[in-house]
């Protein structure tokens, strides 16, 4: 079955550019019977939008791609209802002061993927008076809003609140009301996400009807149907598709997020506080697009989300940092917030010497271009910051911490750290360094530190070890 | 005249009048390709109750002047174009008991058509010179709206009468009767 679409889809990509030969196909295509009408449209709809929407008129009629977005009825002699998109600032919402007061659907619907598509009345209120309610509905001259007919700047140039009418199935608590202010949509049941009746009602008249600002099916709506539409914390759609600049991604603005689609990750959702975060962290230069929705029920109240080249990360103790690029990597390879390094607590922060850290709850990723990037965490990571971190005695790691004889040791610029298992580690470094490894470091007669090495600032060290203690 | 009855709705439809009075199969409805789609809770939230949640269609009656087309819209689309200047069209559109009695649907009985409810704008969509009324109602914990529909609006004094005989004829038996016989409404 697959194959047929994809095969439909193939063929009518292939003639987009000869649309004189488009009748015949969609024709040919929908006889033939081994590709659904519901099929071919979702073809169509991968195929070219304004072919899915309305293909016969796109390949007959002397009109632009983006006319028939709006499908059969776009003017205001139709008589149809303007959609709130054109109108909310691209919002697929009811504007201020209008309230869902009915829904219907249409089947075989491009617009959700050749399935049902549900349109929903937005009435007005009557803000300014309230005669005329015998009949359920207020004066027009009660409504908060005027009957004007659909501006030419876009192909949605439908009537904007005009009609008196009222579908019923919403928001019945509200005896009286004003007429049809917009129409929201949704490829979601309106009762699965508002006010609204599970009775249903049809008309199929209105299935190809949109507008400009509406989001067309694809990976990504498919991705905003899955997640519960309009109940999502996304919310309602605030645009249609848009392009990055650089052209590599797709994505769709809504009043709680962003869904991104690239065809290396698929469509992914991020919320407002996420998409937020992410453009203060450098955005998709720094951590690529997102593969995949944000994952919660991590070590202490955690969630994280992933990208390209990194994540976003937060949790009950931490605020929200990002990670990427070869600390990313790295603190993958470490075990993430399972790992010794934990949750991250700030952002990369320069060195001076184009050196670098990121700093965690238990630790840190740090390179200088002296020393290769290097993990310091727990009791390593005490004892560096005890001793002055990279700018310390020690200087830059040049090693990850490794496991030796009855403890661990990492390797630093100018010394290092030794600690017995699971106990603090200390510094040695200097002429006691020298002193302690001459006599066979750790596995020698000194044995592990039990102090740092103190500078007595008159150019002679003491370390204090488990054998004794050494003067140099 | 013609009685229609069906779904506890009774209807005297006059002679050379055509009637419908059907409730669309919800198996006609679903499954959508939509509807298989596996919801998908991303920030790990528990699933939510109104999935479970299926749409109901309930009877809708058609009366008119004119012959119906096999597929009419439920409020009359595909019919209400066709109409001519003395034609009538007049549905009765059940909502279901549990919205009945109050708010939207707090009024009691069928309403009584009159010439002055109609307005050239009492449609889903305005056709010229087309005019409708709608009124929302309950019978015996029952709720509906009664959607009118005429050829002309200048010519209303002469048709709505007609209209207005039709919606006088409807009996409607209550809701705890209709579930007694095991029909929900």
Known sequence: M??????????????????????????????????????????????????????????????????????????????????????????????SGSFTAGWWKAADSSWCGGGYRYIVDCNAKCTRCSTGCSDHLCDSRCWNCSCTR????????????????????????????????????????????????????????????????????????????????????????????????????????????????????????????????????????????????????????????????????????????????????????????????????????????SAWIQRFQKGCIVFSPATPRAIVHNYAWAAWTEVGREGGVLGFPTGDRVVIARGTTQAFQRGGLWGLEAARMYAVHGDVLDAWLAAGGPGGGYGFPTAHVVDHGNGSQTGVFEGGTITA | MMRRTGYGITVEVPVGWSAALVRRSTSSDTPSDLDRFDAVTPDGAAPDPRDQLAERTLPVLHVSTRPLPETVGDFGSGAVEALGPEDVFVALIEYGSDLADTGLFERQGVPRLAPSQFGTNRMPREIVGRSASQHFFSVGGRAFCLFTVLGSHSRRMGTVPKAAAVAASLQIVPAATMHRRGVSV
């Not at chain 1, 506080?273 to 720094?286: I, N, Q, T």
């Open chain 1, 2 to 95: 697959s194959t047929d679409v994809d095969a439909a889809s193939d063929a009518l990509a292939e003639v987009v550019e000869r649309p004189t030969g488009l009748v015949r196909l969609v024709d040919r295509l929908s006889r033939r019977g081994s590709v659904s009408r519901r099929g071919l449209l979702v073809g169509a709809a991968v195929a070219g939008s304004a072919l899915a929407t309305d293909p016969k008129a796109y390949a007959l009629m002397p009109q632009t791609a983006y006319a028939t977005i709006c499908g059969p009825g776009n003017t205001a002699s139709s008589g149809w209802t303007i959609f709130c998109a054109t109108i909310n600032k691209g919002v697929n919402g009811c504007p």
């Open chain 1, 150 to 353: 659909g501006s030419t700047a876009t192909c949605d140039q439908r009537v904007n609140c005009c009609n008196a009418f009222r579908y019923g199935q919403c928001n019945t608590q509200v005896k009286c009301s004003g007429g049809v202010h917009c129409r929201v949509v949704s490829c979601v049941a309106p009762y699965k996400w508002e006010n609204c009746s599970t009775t249903s009602f049809r008309s199929d008249a209105t299935a190809e009807h949109s507008s400009p600002y509406l989001p067309q099916w694809g990976p990504m709506e498919q991705l905003y149907v899955a997640m519960g539409g309009q109940r999502s914390y996304l919310h309602a759609s605030a645009g249609p598709i848009r392009t990055t600049i650089d052209g590599t991604a797709k994505y769709v603005n809504y009043q709680g997020g962003r869904i991104w689609w690239t065809s290396a990750t698929g469509a992914s959702a991020m919320s407002s506080f996420v998409l937020d975060r992410y453009a203060d962290f450098g955005g998709p230069a720094v951590l690529g697009y997102p593969r995949g929705a944000r994952t919660t029920g991590l070590r202490d109240g955690g969630w994280v989300q992933l990208f390209q080249k990194g994540c976003m990360t937060d949790s009950a103790s931490t605020t929200t940092h990002s990670v990427s690029g070869y600390r990313w990597d790295m603190w993958l390879a470490s075990g993430r917030e399972n790992g010794p390094l934990r949750y991250p607590v700030a952002e990369m922060e320069t060195l001076p010497g």
